[in-house]
């Protein structure tokens, strides 16, 4: 059971990320469209920043490069 809460925090850790990191672009992009249109942007911008370095941190965090977590068993039965 350990096992399968840890499997489902990584997914849901990393599926976080996946959607944070976009939604901050989303959030750049409206930035710099009312810093064209001369509107109030600082705080679109940092919220943006915020958001991109957060989304990148639960990727790189949960380990989103390395794949799913694997039961210790499998790794002894490879070496």
Known sequence: MN?????????IT????VLMFP??????????TRRINGEPWFWWGT???IVVNAG??????SGLIGGFPRNNSDDKAES
């Open 23 to 32: 939604f901050g672009l989303c959030l750049l992009g409206e930035s710099i």
């Open 47 to 49: 919220v943006s920043l």
């Open 56 to 61: 990148l941190g639960l990727m790189i965090e």
């Open 14 to 17: 990393a599926q976080i990320g």
């Open 3 to 11: 096992l399968r809460k840890n499997k489902l925090t990584w997914y």
